[in-house]
């Protein structure tokens, strides 16, 4: 079978199984940009069973592009909580006040501009112009690379940007004319529910015919890809503060700096132990539990005034980065007798405003805004349980306080 015969059954017999077979999903239901962007963005590294809840409540909440990019960055991220990759959520309102401020919040129907927005790169730009304008634009990712490597035998390591320019250039001579967006969706389609990266289901494919790897029983070998570098291990360790006063029942929360990792998130006070200190995180290691609980305290009190006392072990807990692996042991305290006097003076203060005073006060009993050793600007609050509502925590913090409340 010539090449081209190969290509034409390939791209003829993928769209007729596609428009039989699609899913019922909610991006689906028309071609507006815009959904169809949103809808791109949580799919990356994310299942589509987890994001189809998460969907649904962004578009209620920001049902188009300028509603988005005039929303309070929090409350973007408090939308976005628990689904991860915060800086796509980011990256997708920077792009949103880009539509407004340079389209009038329309997004154009041009390859270029849409490339131009902010969080949007090759995959995404040709998802939103085949998808929404039937531009026949590819739009490949781990799933189409993993399809056509397989379907023609190609050898070359997926995980170089070499590679990947190559098979977006195969891709463009598969799409039938007229109907790059289904086209491009049944490429997607077939790499989630068949062409599966471990187990592929070779027998209900639609072009399992002259499949190349399947003729040769390389199906499991293929795609080729270079192992990622493992992500580094960070031992990590964390303290619930109780209040007392006027914050009987909230904890001490604390936000992250405007930019790095998880970037204005709120998370629980903690600190990085250092990598010759990691055997503190051992079962058997009593004394050094009692290091690690002093370290603590000094950062506490090095931070807010506050004086903590250690009270038990709460939990330990896990967190994968792409890159890092948090190692995060959970302490419960309370506030130390001898804060006494602190407390009295900060029961006058609501919890509300302390992100206000620590602008405007250096007092050492306040809970105040920090400066840490990268010179990002720490801020302290106290919050209940119905706080959590308003303010993004990542997935890390948010299991163990649900833990903790629950």
Known sequence: ???????????????????????????RKNRDPYRIWVSEIMLQQTRVDTVIPYYHTFMSKF????????????????????????????????????????????????????????GVGPYTSGAIMSI????????????????????FCLEEDIAKPATRVGIEKLAVTLIPEGAAGDFNQ??????????????PSCLPCPVMEHCEARHTGRELELPIKTKAKAPRKE??????VL??????????????????????????????????????????????????????????????????????????????FSHIVWKMRVYVTDLGEESVEDIRKLAA?????????????????EVREVANTNSDVLTYRWISKEDMEQLPFPNLFLKILQYYWN
């Open 132 to 151: 929404a304008f039937n531009r026949p634009e590819p739009a490949v990712d781990g799933n189409v690379m993993r399809v056509l490597s397989r379907y």
């Open 349 to 365: 203060v609501s919890s509300e405003d302390l992100p206000m005073l620590a602008a405007e006060s250096n007092e050492e009993y």
């Open 63 to 118: 049902p188009t592009v300028r509603s988005l990019a005039e929303a309070p960055e929090e409350e973007v991220l408090k939308c976005w909580e628990g689904l991860g990759y915060y800086s796509r959520a980011r990256n997708l309102q920077a792009g949103a006040r880009m539509v407004v401020e340079k389209y009038d919040g329309i997004i154009p129907d041009d390859k270029m501009a849409v490339s131009g927005l902010k």
């Open 243 to 320: 209040g007392k006063g006027e914050n009987e029942g909230k904890i001490l929360v604390r936000q992250r700096p405007a930019t790095g990792l998880l970037a204005q998130m709120w998370e629980l006070p903690h600190l990085q132990v250092p990598d010759d200190k990691s055997q503190w995180f051992s079962d058997s290691a009593l004394k050094e539990q009692g290091e690690l609980a002093e370290m603590l305290s000094h950062m506490v009190e090095g931070d807010t005034g506050l004086l903590i006392r250690p009270r038990n072990w709460l939990m330990d807990a896990d967190h994968i």
């Open 186 to 199: 049944a490429l997607m389609e077939l790499g989630a529910l068949v062409c599966t990266p471990k187990s």
């Open 235 to 240: 031992f990590r360790s964390a303290v619930i």
């Open 1 to 27: 079978m010539t090449e081209q015969v190969a290509k034409t059954y390939f791209s003829k017999e993928l769209l007729s199984w596609y428009r039989l077979q699609k899913r019922d999903l909610p991006w």
